[in-house]
């Protein structure tokens, strides 16, 4: 389903980061990640795809609007 996708991803964990989310994104066929974790925004080196990382209350308005735009 990821495959030629971005795909957003929330993370509710310290123990994942946007490296190891950037990895199954790809491995999934995925062309980039959107990552929305508590109190953070900006681009990040992932270095294996185009990503961004995202507060939730931004991650939760692109959901409202991928969910809409269907």
Do not use: W
């Not at 509710?12 to 995925?30: F, M, N, P, R």
């Amino acid at each position: 389903m990821a495959a030629g996708k971005i795909v957003l991803c929330f993370s509710v964990s310290d123990q994942q980061d946007i490296v190891s989310a950037a990895l199954t994104v790809k491995e999934a066929g995925g062309v980039g990640l959107i990552y929305a974790q508590r109190h953070e925004d900006g681009l990040n080196e992932c270095g294996i795809l185009p990503c961004i990382k995202v507060d939730y209350e931004a991650g939760t308005q692109l959901l409202t609007y991928i969910r809409r735009a269907r």
